[in-house]
């Protein structure tokens, strides 16, 4: 027994050399020295100084406005304090940092002439070093204010819609489980109904059993598919709200995405001409093209050769197609000035 008393105490953790100081320093307020020990609902923020104060310091200091930070005193406002995400404050400084940087560097592809230059962007902008380069990020923002502000728009716009779209789904798929299971209790409704209904007429009709039954189930079929096609085609529901949000969001995104007539490059096309309505060539009624006379001459025809002849027109075919593509062809690019190449080529021919 005695044996046994002097195991357990030897086990047990003194308490004479037990401290709050031993606490990690993560669960203690730099400021009023509060730790999670004493205070388990404690709850600490981290300022953008990156220096952590709790809930109640933070009223205290900065509810009245903006004040200097009691560590490094840098001036910090109440609602600048953020939850921390990451264990590691570095870590939450790099991210933080990021974030910010992201927000001033936020060009899009349409904005470069090429591929190459946007990904040169990117590089550039994954290589600054924040505390280095602090001068060279306000310099940057300050001379692409308007192209920052237009992109953030932009995508505020995007999230704005995205969030819209995401609501109208969730609301059309609530109205189709709605629809269907209404749809599922008035179809066993119709059912029993359509049961007594049978029952009856089994009863007072003189008509056969399997008459009856057919002509039942036959009027089954007829109503509910009926009810189908009116729920499927039903107006005003949450599909067609979808269409319309998902066409002001492509409206939104092509006048946002618009730029100045002067800025924009068009493709030139050099078959292109001032004079193509002036002289463009008519195409007359009939030709003598042995071809197509079959077409349009239907006397000394049998009645198979008609019908092949209804056929073709039936397909929306007619030789004025052909026609207008032939004189297209042969007139085009008759008013394009030769490359010089071409034109040299030409004489050594010759």
Known sequence: MTARKKVTQRNMVPTTNFSLAALPDDDQCPVCRSDKYLTPNLRLLVSPCF????????????????????????VLRKNQFMAQIFEDLTVEKEVRERKRVAKIF???????????????YLEEVEDINIDATQARV???????????????????????????????????????????QRQLEEEESAKKANEIEAIEELATSSKSAASILAARQSTTLKRSSAARQENATAPGGAGSQRGVISDLLAIS??????????????????????YEDEFTPKVVTSYHDHLTDYLFDTKDKTDEQKKTLRGIRAGGYHPRFAYERALHDAYSGMFVDPLADTVSSLKLSS
């Open 106 to 120: 936020n060009k899009r592809p349409e904005d470069f002439p090429s591929l190459r230059a946007y990904n040169d």
């Open 253 to 274: 995104l092509s006048q946002a995405n618009h730029k100045d007539e002067d800025e924009e490059m068009l493709s030139a096309d050099p078959i292109d001409s001032p």
């Open 138 to 180: 306000q310099r940057y923002e300050r001379e692409n204010k308007e192209i920052i502000a237009k992109n953030e728009n932009m995508r505020a716009n995007e999230d704005k819609f995205l969030s819209i779209q995401l609501e109208l789904e969730k609301e059309r798929k609530n109205q189709q489980r709605e629809a269907y």
């Open 51 to 74: 220096h952590k104060m709790c809930e109640s310091c933070i009223d205290r200091l900065f509810s009245a406005g903006p004040a200097p930070c009691p560590i490094c005193t840098a």
